[in-house]
Each structure stands twice: as structure tokens, then as C-alpha cells.
């Protein structure tokens, strides 16, 4: 069973640009969340999709947006980017609810410069 | 709201000894608790899952607890070994579904 994907692995953009994530699930998985990685901050959770609807938010700016499509297949955008912006974007995959097991992909690292 | 928080940030700890990890979270009503390991710019790779029902889970030198009562997790690991170094999360499934991650500690298995 392939595990959770996601593309690009890494990306450098210059500030005021926008970039698009991609994020696979493993198959039968219907719930995606994505969550922001720095060095001070930690794990952020960023928003959760299930069934192609937005189902949790984290405390994060409006630049900030996703969606889900009906494969399950989840895409996260980030428009004006900041260098603040520069992280590691971990999506995780579980079965069903946030109660189940959440298995992560090896993460986008993208650079703002 | 939740605070989930992870002491001590930093271990280093000679081979074979056993030792633990602490997960402290505020707030009893969770749905669950998972622990990860993270080696460096990777992903995070799960490694016991705790439904809110259990006391404990365990996978091979691996025990996990959960005390909802008191707010605490513990990670036991059993005979650490150098490929054990990594960094090592807690994670609190909450029921208002949003899912809070401590800073981890970062564990240093010394040959």
C-alpha cells in the first residue's frame, strides 16, 4: 500500500509569489490536514479536508487556502508569500475523523527568499 | 484551549539504557494521543496510537501510556540503540477535531 505523497519535495519562490502543494493520500483515506513546520514554532495545524469539504481550520492568515477533489487528492496555496513563510508543509492522511491514525507524508520544504 | 507540552527538549542517553519520554497536555478531553518520530527534514512516522479508552499501547521495545486524569503520556523505550536518534512527538486528537502537536524532544543515543 503506497503511503501518503506529496510534490514537490522541495521549492524556492521570492517573496510575493504563490505556491501550490500537492498531497496524495493513501488510498481509501478520506480525511487530509495540512500543518506548517518551523524551527521556533513546531507543528502547526494548518486545515483538515474530508469528502472535498474544509472540516477544521487552524489559526492561520487568509493567504493561506486549500481544497480537496473527489479522489481525495488535496492541494494547499499559499498567494503574497512572506519569508516568514519558509517551513516544512507536512500533510497527513487518516481513514475517517481526526480520531484515527494519521500517517505523514515526507513533507514540502519551500524557501521564500 | 489545548497546550500540549514535551520535556525535556533535548536528551542524550548512553546505548542499551532504557528511558522515558513525558507528554503533559492541559485539557482531559481528547479523543486520543499519538506519538511520532521525526528524523531530520523528514516526515514524521507514527509509532503508537492511544484511543482515549486505553491505559497503554505498546510495539516492540516500544510502550506508550496514557493518564487522562492527570493530563500525562509517557514514551518507554527499552534498550535505546543509536538508529533511535531522532526527534520524538506527541500529538492530542481533541474533540474539537483539531489535532495539537508538542514541540518534541530531541533524542541522542550515544554509542
Known amino acids: 500500500k503506497a503511503g501518503v505523497t506529496q510534490t514537490p519535495r522541495y521549492l524556492i519562490k521570492t517573496r510575493g509569489q504563490q505556491v501550490t502543494l500537492s498531497c496524495s493520500p493513501i488510498?481509501?483515506?478520506?480525511?487530509v490536514s495540512w500543518y506548517q513546520q518551523t524551527p521556533g514554532q513546531g507543528l502547526q495545524f494548518l486545515f483538515e479536508?474530508?469528502?472535498?469539504?474544509?472540516?477544521n481550520k487552524g489559526n492561520f492568515p487568509g493567504r493561506f487556502s486549500g481544497r480537496q477533489f473527489s479522489n481525495s487528492r488535496s492541494e494547499m496555496n499559499v498567494s503574497t508569500l512572506e519569508l516568514g513563510d519558509s517551513a516544512l508543509y507536512l500533510c497527513?492522511?487518516?481513514?475517517?475523523?481526526?480520531?484515527?491514525?494519521?500517517?505523514f507524508g515526507p513533507g514540502t520544504r519551500l524557501t521564500v527568499t | 484551549k489545548q497546550e500540549v507540552t514535551q520535556i525535556p527538549a533535548a536528551l542524550s542517553v548512553p546505548e542499551g539504557e532504557n528511558l522515558v519520554l513525558n507528554c503533559s497536555f492541559t485539557d482531559s478531553a481528547i479523543y486520543n494521543l499519538q506519538w511520532f518520530r521525526q528524523d531530520p527534514g523528514k516526515g514524521l512516522t507514527s509509532l503508537l496510537l492511544?484511543?482515549?479508552?486505553?491505559r497503554e499501547q505498546t510495539s516492540g521495545r516500544l510502550n506508550a501510556s496514557l493518564d487522562k486524569s492527570s493530563g500525562r503520556s509517557t514514551l518507554y523505550i527499552a534498550a535505546s540503540q543509536p538508529g533511535d536518534s531522532a526527534t520524538y512527538l506527541c500529538?492530542?486528537?481533541?474533540?474539537?477535531?483539531?489535532?495539537?502537536f508538542g514541540k518534541g524532544t530531541r533524542l541522542h543515543i550515544l554509542p
Open positions: 479536508y474530508f469528502s472535498e469539504t474544509q472540516r
Open positions: 500529538a492530542v486528537g481533541n474533540r474539537d477535531d483539531k489535532i495539537i
Open positions: 492511544i484511543q482515549s479508552s486505553q
Open positions: 497527513a492522511s487518516s481513514l475517517d475523523r481526526t480520531d484515527f491514525e494519521q500517517y
Open positions: 488510498s481509501g483515506h478520506r480525511s
